[in-house]
Nanobody, 122 residues
Framework: QLQLVESGGGLVQPGGSLRLSCAASGFTLDYYAIGWFRQAPGKEREGVSCINSSGSSTNYADSVKGRFTISRDHAKNTVYLQMNSLKPEDTAIYYC???????????????WGQGTQVTVSS
C-alpha cells in the first residue's frame, strides 16, 4: 500500500521551531518531487514548499521564505520541513504530497498524507 505519513507537528510558541517529516511506505520517493502544503481553518489549502526529486531545486511561498527549509534524505525515504521563527499565522494542518513528476509541477500531486497539526500560540 502506497502511503505518505507526516509527523512532527505540535504546539509551539511564537518564534519557536518545529521539524516536520514526510515518510513514505510502499514506494520510493527518489523519483518524485515532494511538496508541503497547509490549510488553516476557513482558508484554502496553500502550497508552502517543494523539492525536486534530486534535491537540487527548491521553492517556497513568499510567506515562509527565509524561515522554512525543505530537504530530503534518500536513504531514509523521507522529506523534511524545518520551520523556524514560527508565527501564529503558520498555524494549520500541514500535508506532504508526491508529485507525478521529478519536478515541482503545479497541480500534479497524486499521493497525499493525512496531515499533521501545527499550532503556534503563546
Amino acid at each position: 500500500q502506497l502511503q505518505l505519513v507526516e509527523s512532527g507537528g505540535g504546539l509551539v510558541q511564537p518564534g519557536g521551531s518545529l521539524r516536520l517529516s514526510c515518510a513514505a511506505s510502499g514506494f520510493t520517493l527518489d523519483y518524485y518531487a515532494i511538496g508541503w502544503f497547509r490549510q488553516a481553518p476557513g482558508k484554502e489549502r496553500e502550497g508552502v514548499s517543494c523539492i525536486n526529486s534530486s534535491g537540487s531545486s527548491t521553492n517556497y511561498a513568499d510567506s515562509v521564505k527565509g524561515r522554512f527549509t525543505i530537504s530530503r534524505d534518500h536513504a531514509k525515504n523521507t522529506v523534511y520541513l524545518q520551520m523556524n521563527s514560527l508565527k501564529p499565522e503558520d498555524t494549520a494542518i500541514y500535508y506532504c504530497a508526491a508529485n507525478r513528476f521529478r519536478l515541482c509541477m503545479s497541480g500534479q500531486y497524486n499521493y497525499w498524507g493525512q496531515g499533521t497539526q501545527v499550532t503556534v500560540s503563546s
